[in-house]
């Protein structure tokens, strides 16, 4: 009997023993996978941000070559062009203290990743499976960036780097007069410029709308070159929150250039 129970005593520890290992190597396992996750984004160079990008978005030209670049001591904003592809995408990259983020700037084209509150098209090329505010979300998440560093980020992108237009409840013309054309040769059908300026003009109307809010949570930026609306929301309504949202809204008019 006594040899019996010293058996049994035997048993239970070495269960206990085996599920503590087995125990022990999941929380390893579980440990290395979210070091590996963390390890997989966190980029040393802008060289490495890009690959990772272009793996993850294949539809984005290769070759790129950066054009322009913002320093903002601690702060970085690179652009990155393929300089031989007319109709051409980008990539933005971000940094901070030396680590990188790639952001895709796409064309128009790609109606998901901008996610336009004006576009009645259905999209006709490959989808990217992301939207900018989020790619947008990730830098602030993957660069650690405050809510201060985001706002001079975002100012020096639309100023610096994109040349983008503020205040423009007080430009009316570039709304209602102008016709943003984009010549394609592409899958998207040709637009004829009367619909063109009617969604300028709405979008118009609904800049002075906003505008004549007394308390402003929001702010438009016109990117003319690609024929965009940039609307960035400060959702944050209580001490010490931080949210925001961002809107876009297509502006350009696809069109076929003129053969003489």
């Known amino acids: 009997m006594k040899k019996l129970r010293n058996k049994k005593s035997i048993l239970l520890k070495t269960g206990i023993h085996l599920q503590f290992k087995y125990f022990a190597s999941v929380i390893v396992l579980l440990c290395s996978l979210s070091c590996e996750k963390t390890k997989i984004n966190e980029f040393h160079s802008e060289k490495k941000s890009i690959e990772f990008t272009l793996q993850n978005f294949p539809m984005l030209a290769k070759n790129f070559e950066k054009v322009k670049e913002v320093n903002l001591d601690s702060l970085t904003i690179s652009l990155y062009r393929n300089p031989k592809k007319e109709d051409y995408d980008e990539i933005l990259v971000f940094s901070k203290n030396k680590k990188f983020y790639a952001v895709p700037f796409f064309s128009n084209m790609y109606f998901d990743y901008w996610n336009f509150d004006n576009e009645d098209q259905k999209q006709l090329y490959s989808k990217t499976n992301s939207t900018f505010e989020k790619q947008i979300k990730n ?23 994109l040349n983008a237009e503020t205040n423009l409840d007080l430009k009316p013309k ?30 118009y109307k609904q800049i002075l709308i906003e505008s004549e809010k007394i308390i402003r949570y929001n702010q438009f930026f016109l990117d003319a070159r690609n024929g965009r609306v940039y609307e960035f929301i400060n959702e944050s309504r209580k001490r010490g929150e931080w949210k925001f949202k961002i809107k876009t809204y297509r502006i350009d008019c696809f069109s076929y250039p003129l053969s003489i």
Not at 139 to 161: A, D, H, P
Not at 183 to 193: L, N
């Open 139 to 161: 830098t602030v998440s993957e660069l650690n960036l405050t809510q201060e560093e985001f706002g001079l980020l975002i100012e020096e992108l639309m100023k610096s780097v």
């Open 174 to 203: 570039i709304f209602e007069n102008y016709i943003y054309s984009t010549y394609r040769m592409d899958q998207y059908k040709v637009e004829e410029s009367d619909s063109c300026l009617a969604r300028t003009k709405r979008l």
